[in-house]
């Protein structure tokens, strides 16, 4: 029974960097992954791809050989794989015996990187069929549905991401995990009408309403955007965590909440993230913190867990980026600085006993 992840999302919303720093991440971590990659328009993607469906059908071969333009072209590829789904399965078989795990099924753990063409999700049924095929096989699979943080910035904008990530679970239906990716780049973007919380957890959508009788392109929508409101609020399925691929500490959140999702345990163990301390400052905000010094008899609640986690994001990426840019050099240098102490003590050591062993010979 393999796990693994199905990465979705527009183009653009760094499916592939978040596949390739997930393969770093897991790599040092000594966790198992392979990666299967399903995009038929990256020939040379920068992770190592155990599987690739350029090996089957290229998005050139289909524009050359049908006349498509490159959106038909893609979705022609998914259909060829669909009807070609026992070579995507007997070629998962052969990477996972050839990685060791073809005895230790349950231990494997595969990363699907999929096309950014948002249909093959949402109304296009072949990437829907693959997965469902995989499932019948075993496979336990979750969806990873990367969306670019950007976009909360804009009320409009938010809400057209609300009702993709809702269509595109509605549609997949498997354990499903929104993100927001490129998080650390928010601090660019200006302030944020409402904390991150608020986006993140999807609160009370009327508060949107202002915002967009504002625009006037949406506001002489505002029965409609009512009604869209209401509709994501009735079905309240939708919510996010957030994601920056250089972050250990959020490559971390994200790891163990796609655990849970699937129900994943990992053959090795892996360390909590190094402290998060925040650096000492005094700055007046509105972002109430939990303690950083959690009792070991009573664990916070998963809901306190998702509050602090979000406000320490919001103070890092949105609030001060730049303290916590210095702060993290800060403790980038420390390490080096560790690191060339430990590897001299080792060098001293080494040359204490080869003297040693000298003497000793003469």
């Given amino acids: 029974m393999p796990f693994g992840q199905l990465v979705i999302g527009p183009p653009g919303s760094g499916k592939t960097t978040y596949c390739y720093g997930l393969h770093q991440f897991y790599t040092a971590l000594e966790r198992p992954i392979l990666i299967v990659n399903l995009d038929p328009a990256a020939s040379t993607p920068p992770y190592p791809a155990a599987v690739s469906i350029s090996?089957?059908?290229s998005l050139k071969d289909a524009m050359d050989s049908f006349g498509l333009g490159p959106n038909g072209a893609m979705l022609y590829c998914l259909e060829y794989l669909e009807k070609n789904v026992d070579w995507l399965e007997e070629e998962l078989e052969k990477a996972l015996v050839e990685?060791?795990?073809?005895?230790?099924r349950e231990e494997a753990y595969i990363v699907f990187d999929t096309p950014g063409q948002v249909e093959l999700s949402t109304d296009h049924t072949s990437l829907k069929n693959v997965v469902e095929g995989l499932q019948k096989k075993g496979w336990r699979l979750a969806a990873v549905h990367l969306t670019d943080a950007h976009h909360i910035t804009d009320a409009s904008k938010y809400i057209a991401l609300l009702l993709l990530s809702l269509r595109t679970m509605l549609q997949l239906e498997l354990p499903h995990v929104n993100v927001l990716s490129k998080v650390d780049l928010l601090g660019n973007a200006g302030d944020l009408p409402f904390n991150l919380e608020y986006y993140t957890?999807?609160?009370d959508l009327s508060r949107l309403l202002p915002l967009l009788?504002?625009?006037p392109l949406t506001k002489r929508f505002s029965a409609l955007n009512e009604v869209i409101c209401e509709v994501v609020e009735d079905f309240g399925l939708v919510s996010f965590e957030t994601l920056c691929v250089e972050d250990k500490d959020s490559m971390m959140r994200l790891t163990r909440v796609i655990d849970q999702a699937l129900g994943y345990v990992s053959p090795t163990s892996y360390a909590a993230p190094h402290d998060h301390d925040d650096p000492d400052h005094d700055h007046d905000h509105d972002h109430s913190h939990a303690p950083h010094a959690q009792s070991h008899d009573h664990a916070p609640s998963v809901a306190l867990d998702n509050l602090y986690y979000t406000q320490t994001v919001q103070e890092k990426w949105v609030d001060h980026p730049?303290?916590?840019a210095a702060h993290e050099r800060e403790k980038w240098k420390a390490e080096g600085d560790r690191a060339i102490e430990e590897a001299n003590e080792r060098s001293k050591a080494e040359a204490v006993e080869r003297l040693k062993r000298e003497?000793?010979?003469?």
Avoid at 99 to 104: A, I
């Fill in 213 to 215: 009788e504002e625009d």
């Fill in 55 to 57: 090996s089957l059908i």
């Fill in 359 to 362: 003497a000793g010979n003469g």
């Fill in 99 to 104: 990685g060791g795990w073809g005895e230790r």
């Fill in 201 to 203: 957890e999807v609160q």
């Fill in 322 to 324: 730049s303290l916590y």
